[in-house]
């Protein structure tokens, strides 16, 4: 008998039917003797038809009310999905964030979880019922109902999982596992059996959209074992598990992320201080950059090219500061959405030099320009024109061995 | 500058361009310099919304869990209004029953009130936010939310009134107040300016719909001043007061229920007893009796006929146990649904003894045939045809004068 917590996505709950066939599967957990923990999320498009309503109001609603409103998708899917399993003559029993105590910080819309009182949650499984929660949300020190952002729910389960210390976290998804790569690009594409925390967290933060990032953050740090699976069938998905208990491989998966622009500063002087005050006025501007790249100018003489990519949605908000600051150091600014960071990760990486030459020579292979590369111990990513997504993905998934097994012994 | 609490019903927050027009009414309050407490209920059909998902799980949702989904309704309103208000430049913060702490007891889907902590209320309007509170909910002893019942927004705003101790209680209904009788079917009928609790309790008691009759005796017990107003114009409604403060009529108004059925035994053996195995086996099932005559038989002999009127929503729940009783005692039943419940309700009833011969006289005059009578210190109910409800209300609203003001002398 194992205490189980399971997570059911937007589209595993989109309707009647739907959660119907979560009962039936939650049923099948608990005839098995499993304890259950359920965390749902709300409806599919429930949460947008509510922030579309606020949107309606005001452009900038405020975050406190948007959280309150938003709240409600889950605290209807959890009494629907409670009704539904005790329809199929289960017990079961809906709990809330502030029923549960999930207590988070009060930055609203991106709240973080400060802690998870588990004596509700397992009072209520002792109690012979399935606690349904309510993902997403939590309250505040004052009472404010929060919520943790998109995809939250995850963080929800796993933090739970975490609290009660449940065997096992499952993460019910429309895909039925984490792959080497994006399937719809690359018809290749393998489902991996296991995966490490580090390695998820990579792909996660590199445009891999199975689980969130800060889900990630939170099994690695309790150690909580986290099965990627989907509801609409039995199959076993991928276990994210410590790196103690796998075989690594050299290279577990390939993301990628249309998600970032170009800029480039060309003919900047070259002067001491110049750069750093460029990035310090983004820095102002809470405008993460991501790689940075300082070369000798294509014009020649005693000035540098800066290039640096920045998010496409800060993009907008940011050309008139990285204007004026060009025209200041006398440069001509350059930008180029049409980019795709293309990211390599792997544990073995740590123990094998040659990925990073084997990467480049693959692309040069197809003729594939790298404009950036940024590393660390686990990952390389490269930027290329967008046009070669495909294609990249393709010819490094194939050139690294990922179509196959590649277990290596360190 | 006034304390001042303010409820607004489903069709006044229907959709968000009514939700603006409260938020404009909300702000004109407060420039008058008032503070204000808003207590709304779910948009118009939302909460039949959430019920009928709920009903399509199953016949006999849990009722903890429909609380729970139920709720939400109020609580996505409270967040809208206050997003508004905010729109409109003004300050707001919405509170749910756990928020503000509105404990009940945990009779979900009709819990009462046992407390309501005024502190978050009253430092909300003092740091000069205009609390906006979702209607209709509480918390029991262990946290789970409860609903007050249909209507039950009512008396979460004449409850936090008397909590925080308002100058007044404001109900925004979508008539413009209480009326004599049912202007729909009587044109004659008068807004009354102001109204006794007791006489509103019985109004609303014999099926005026204006005011929950829990909101009414809260008021009542709290000496809660309440003006029911409409939210589509400025004018003043009706002013639901104390008895004191009121010139006393004879008769404050008239109301109908067509909610009856009348069951007739006839030729019941005339023995001690026999009566009450009759009544007390339906209390055992719940059902309420409303008025009961016992005569002698039409059959002659030694025998009576009992006459009694329930709930027509009762009635198919016990005619299998009015019969089989019949049986025995030997009676044979009839059923007539097509009745009407026309009451009239005044304080001056009191002191003035020929209220009821008049009733009877006018309804005589009509050729109405009265089949039961019930009676209190302030109220006569007569039972007639339902085919007669607008000539009786027609004939003793002219003829007991309602048509204009009749202040007494006591």
Known sequence: MALVVQKYGGTSVADLDRIRHVADRVAAGRAL??????????????????????????????????????????????????????????????????????TTDNAFTKARIHNIDNSKL??????????????????????NI???????SDTTAVAIAAAINADVCEIYTDVDGVYTTDPNICPAARKIERISYEEMLELASLGAKVLQIRSVEVAMKYGVPVHVRTSFSDKPGTMVVGEEGLEAVVVAGL????????????GVSDRPGVVAK?????????????????????????????????????????????????KEFGATVEYDPDIVKVSVVGLG????????????????????????????EIKISCIVAAKYTELAIRTLHEGLGLDKSTVVEQ
């Open 349 to 376: 990486m740590r123990s094998h030099a040659g990925v990073a030459a084997k990467v480049f020579g693959l692309l040069a292979g197809e003729g594939i320009n790298i404009q950036a590369i940024s590393t660390s």
């Open 33 to 102: 003797g499993n304890d259950l923990v359920v965390v749902v999320s709300a409806m599919a498009g429930e949460t947008n038809r509510l922030l579309g309503l606020a949107h309606q109001i005001s452009k900038t609603p405020d975050m406190r009310e948007m959280d309150s409103l938003a709240s409600t998708g889950e605290q209807v899917s959890a009494a629907l999905v409670a009704m539904t399993i005790q329809a199929l003559g289960g017990k079961a029993k809906s709990l809330l964030g502030h029923q549960v105590r999930i």
């Open 255 to 266: 993301a990628y992320d249309k998600g970032e622009a170009k800029v480039q500063l060309v």
């Open 278 to 326: 460029i990035f310090s006025l983004l820095a102002e501007k809470n405008v993460s950059v991501d790689m940075i790249i300082q070369s000798p100018s294509r014009g020649g003489g005693n000035s540098t090219d800066v290039t640096f990519t920045v998010a496409k949605t800060d993009l907008a908000r940011v050309t008139d500061l990285i204007e004026s600051q060009a």
């Open 146 to 152: 929060t919520t943790l952002g998109r995809g939250g």
């Open 122 to 143: 397992l009072a209520t499984v002792q109690g012979g019922d399935i606690a349904v929660v309510a993902g997403f949300q939590g309250i505040d020190a004052d009472g």
